[in-house]
C-alpha cells in the first residue's frame, strides 16, 4: 500500500481548517493542522510535510513571516490561502516562495486539484533518474541538473522552489523560443488555471535570485511573454 502523502493546514479558523482538512482527507493525504504561523512552524521543525496550505492573515505569526522562516531551511511546496484578493500579498507570496496562491472563498474542489498540481510537480522533480538519466540542461553559465533538482550559475548553486525550477526548465528546453503566459502556464501548472501576475511573479523571483550571483536568465519580450535571455 502506498504511503499517504503528509500535508500541514495552517489557518486560524477552525471551521475553515477542518473543511479543507477533510477535502484533502478524502482526496487519500494525511493531514495536520495548525492554527497559526508559530503553531505551524513548530510542527514543521518536527517533521517537515509533503506541501503547505498556509493562511496568509493570522494571529501570532501570519503565513508570509512563516513561509520566510520555512524557506531558511525547506523547499517543501506551500499554498498560500488569503481572505483578499489583493495584488500586493499575491505577489509578496508567491516571491517569498510560495508555489500557488487561492483566493477565499474557493471550493474545495479547486483546492484540492491545485495541492495535487503542486505535488505532481514536485514529484516530478524529485524522481528518482530513470535509465538512461535525464540529461543536464544547460546553456552558457546557467545549468540545471533535472534529477537532483538544482540549478547552477557558474557553478554557484541558485536555490529555486519546485515551480521556479520547472518555468525556468521549460525555457531553457526551448531557447530562443518567446513563450506566451498561457504557454508557460499550462508547461508549469498542468490543468490548473492561474493568472498572468502568477507567471510574472515566479519570473521576478528567478531574476532576482540569478541576479544576486550575476546572472541573466529570462528576457521579457514585450506584448507577449518571455524567452531565455541566454543566446
Known amino acids: 500500500m502506498t504511503e499517504r502523502a503528509s500535508l500541514l493546514v495552517v489557518d486560524d479558523d477552525p471551521h475553515l481548517r477542518e473543511v479543507v482538512t477533510f477535502a484533502l482527507s478524502q482526496a487519500g493525504f494525511h493531514v495536520e493542522q495548525a492554527a497559526n504561523g508559530r503553531e505551524g512552524l513548530a510542527q514543521v521543525k518536527r517533521s517537515v510535510p ?42 509578496l507570496g508567491l516571491e517569498l516562495g510560495g508555489d500557488d496562491y487561492i483566493t477565499k472563498p474557493f471550493s474545495p474542489r479547486e483546492l484540492v ?14 524522481a528518482p533518474p530513470t535509465t538512461p538519466p535525464s540529461p543536464v540542461l544547460g546553456r552558457g553559465p546557467l545549468r540545471l541538473d533535472v534529477d537532483l533538482w538544482r540549478a547552477y550559475w557558474n557553478e554557484r ?33 498542468d490543468d490548473v488555471v492561474v493568472s498572468d501576475r502568477t507567471i510574472d511573479s515566479h519570473v521576478r523571483h528567478i531574476r532576482r535570485k540569478f541576479a544576486d550571483v550575476g546572472g541573466d536568465v529570462i528576457q521579457t519580450v514585450h506584448g507577449l511573454g518571455y524567452r531565455l535571455a541566454l543566446p
Open 113 to 126: 486539484a491545485r495541492v495535487k498540481a503542486v505535488l505532481r510537480r514536485a514529484r516530478a522533480t524529485a
Open 157 to 189: 548553486e541558485v536555490v529555486l522552489t519546485v515551480t521556479e525550477f520547472h518555468l525556468l526548465a521549460a525555457l531553457l528546453r526551448a531557447p530562443g523560443k518567446a513563450f506566451t503566459r498561457d504557454e508557460l502556464m499550462t508547461r508549469v501548472y
Open 50 to 91: 509533503a506541501l503547505i496550505v498556509l493562511d496568509i492573515m493570522m494571529p501570532e505569526m501570519d503565513g508570509l513571516e512563516m513561509c520566510r522562516e520555512v524557506r531558511r531551511a525547506h523547499e517543501c511546496p506551500i499554498v498560500f490561502l488569503s481572505s483578499r484578493d489583493d495584488e500586493v500579498d499575491r505577489i
